[in-house]
């Protein structure tokens, strides 16, 4: 017998940032996720969210779009409140507690224990793919995750709140810190949503499922 309308599983909402960046992407990756993405731009779009996610693009731009749309306040409360958030590349400096290289006045949403250093790798000609291994995501002692890095910050220091996931295995680069996660939140240097690669994407719905 088939199973009745309301016994079919619904996914967590989550919200995907949708002032600048990989916003479409995200939404992609949610959904094959088994999330239901939303885009949000005001304030009222953060009602009935179970998290969000803060996507890649220039993070200086999208902190004074945040501040112009009047949604950094309410995003930084309800982040502090415990919505479980994922930020990728600009997304993790505007989840960081500290920038450097940023320019003057530039904020973050905060609730990260780290330091992030912002173009830590270089201008967008010195963008790069590696293969990294993440802590908690599916298959990654088998199966390393392919990471793209666009004018991406890293971890310069991470506090005792935050635990590393991941960190470049080879090259100049090898060492530095480009996965993190404390709590409900979590942060990559890279871009996984243009790989195809849902796996960071599913690692953080089953944090929001677990939130919930």
Request: proline share 6%; hydrophobic share 45%; net charge negative.
């Amino acid at each position: 017998m088939s199973a009745a309308p309301y016994d079919v599983p619904v996914g967590p909402t989550i919200g995907v940032l949708a002032l600048q960046g990989d916003v479409r992407e995200h939404v992609t990756a949610l959904e094959a996720s088994g999330a239901r993405a939303v885009l949000v731009r005001r304030e009222r779009e953060l009602e009935g969210l179970d998290g969000i996610v803060l996507p890649g693009g220039e993070s200086t731009t999208i902190d004074k779009l945040l501040r112009a749309f009047e949604l950094a306040e309410p995003l930084r409360d309800r982040i502090a409140s415990g919505l479980p958030a994922y930020g990728s590349c600009a997304g993790m400096i505007l989840l960081a507690d500290r920038v450097l290289e940023g320019i003057p006045g530039q904020q973050t949403l905060g609730g990260l224990d780290i330091t992030v250093r912002r173009n830590a790798f270089g201008r967008q000609v010195d963008s790069f793919e590696t293969d990294l291994t993440i802590e908690g995501i599916d298959d990654s002692a088998t199966r390393p995750m392919h990471a793209v890095f666009i004018r991406a910050p890293w971890v310069e220091e991470v506090g005792p709140a935050a635990t590393v996931l991941g960190a470049v295995a080879t090259g100049p680069a090898a060492g530095r810190i480009v996965a993190v996660r404390q709590g409900r939140l979590v942060a990559t240097s890279f871009h996984p949503e243009v790989t195809g690669d849902t796996r960071v994407h599913r690692m953080f719905v089953r944090i929001v499922c677990e939130s919930l």
